[in-house]
């Protein structure tokens, strides 16, 4: 699993965005709670992902709703299959309205460049 930290802040939010080759939900789950075992995830407040599979898409937006759909749609995009991708936000305790969208669509992209 590709995990990139401290990628993005902004007011006093942090990103960090992961991943790997993953074939289904529940593999998902399982990469999901295996990034939960570092104590740094472990006490991130959200782990938003986005996966597509041959059964179609899946995503979990873990509390930062719409999160999970910006992850597929760039996925979609990419036509990249079989890969879990996860972002995770530390909160900083100021609401970023709008902008967590676009700080999402960054991680996911410099993940992607990544790989």
Known sequence: MLVLENIISDRGS??????GPCASEAEAKALVKELLRRKKF?????????????????KNDDGEAGAGMVILR????EGLTDHLVVVTRW????????????HVQDAVRIYLDAL
């Open 14 to 19: 942090k990103y960090a965005v992961s991943g």
């Open 74 to 77: 760039m996925l979609e995009r």
């Open 42 to 58: 472990a006490k991130a407040t959200h782990h938003s992902w986005g996966l597509l599979t041959s059964d179609g898409p899946v």
């Open 91 to 102: 909160y900083g305790g100021k609401h970023l309205g709008g902008d967590r969208f676009r």
